[in-house]
Antibody, heavy 120, light 110 residues
Framework: EVQLVESGGGLVQPGGSLRLSCAAS????????MSWVRQAPGKGLEWVSV???????LYADSAKGRFTISRDTSRNTVDLQMNSLRADDTAVYYC??????????????WGQGTLVTVSS | QSVMTQPPSVSAAPGQRVTISCSGT????????VSWYQQLPGTAPKLLIY???KRPSGIPDRFSGSKSGTSATLDISGLQTGDEGDYHC???????????FGGGTKVTVL
């Protein structure tokens, strides 16, 4: 059974940093596109970053220069390092596994989400 | 401000049909497949439709999708109280080089 379990969310002050982790089971992360998608309170979904099977990352404009996605194949985890956090980064962050290896491939599996709150 | 436009809400009585629209541009819906996600209250999204009209295993045929040009539609027939929640369209935007979503539509069963 495929499972994605996020951890690392919490309350952080503006300008601070936080590292989210996603533990995957039931599949090998290096065989899949893995993304982080967030949802601000009462808002829609917003894609943040993807880690391609080639080992390359891609970021949304809102994340460029501040967030870094990485993977650890030995632990089958995908992390999101978030720096210079702002109030508008407040959201539930979902770990996501894409169903196929092409840009636009849908997210087939979602984690339960971890809440990040940026506030003083 | 979401890249694609969805109506904020739709509603209908049990057993009836609702249609949710998703409007985009030539660089997103006009050039790429659309997916639809169901998000029930307090839960993570769930894939409902992919590649415009295909259903993952386990998704009932009450849910159907279509796409024409820069617009896409999700139809829910035989509406049930358990269908109440938010529905999001998603695709790739070739100009932004990013996955993009609509703002979401809240479905209410009257």
């Amino acid at each position: 059974e495929v499972q994605l379990v996020e951890s690392g969310g919490g309350l952080v002050q503006p300008g601070g940093s936080l590292r989210l982790s996603c533990a995957a089971s039931g599949f090998i992360i290096s065989d899949n596109y893995m993304s982080w998608v967030r949802q601000a309170p009462g808002k829609g979904l917003e894609w943040v970053s993807v880690f391609y099977t080639t080992g390359s990352p891609l970021y949304a404009d809102s994340a460029k220069g501040r967030f870094t996605i990485s993977r650890d194949t030995s632990r089958n985890t995908v992390d999101l390092q978030m720096n210079s956090l702002r109030a508008d980064d407040t959201a539930v962050y979902y770990c996501a596994r894409h169903s196929s290896r092409y840009n636009g491939s849908p997210v087939y599996h979602w984690g339960q989400g971890t809440l990040v709150t940026v506030s003083s | 401000q979401s890249v694609m436009t969805q109506p904020p809400s739709v509603s209908a009585a049990p057993g009836q049909r609702v249609t949710i629209s998703c409007s985009g541009t030539s660089s997103n819906l006009g050039d790429n497949y659309v997916s639809w996600y169901q998000q029930l209250p307090g839960t993570a999204p769930k894939l409902l439709i992919y590649e415009n009209h295909k259903r993952p295993s386990g998704i009932p045929d009450r849910f159907s999708g279509s796409k024409s040009g820069t617009s896409a539609t999700l139809d829910i027939s035989g509406l049930q109280t358990g269908d109440e929640g938010d529905y999001h369209c998603g695709t790739w935007d070739s100009s932004l080089s990013a996955w993009v979503f609509g703002g979401g539509t809240k479905v209410t069963v009257l």
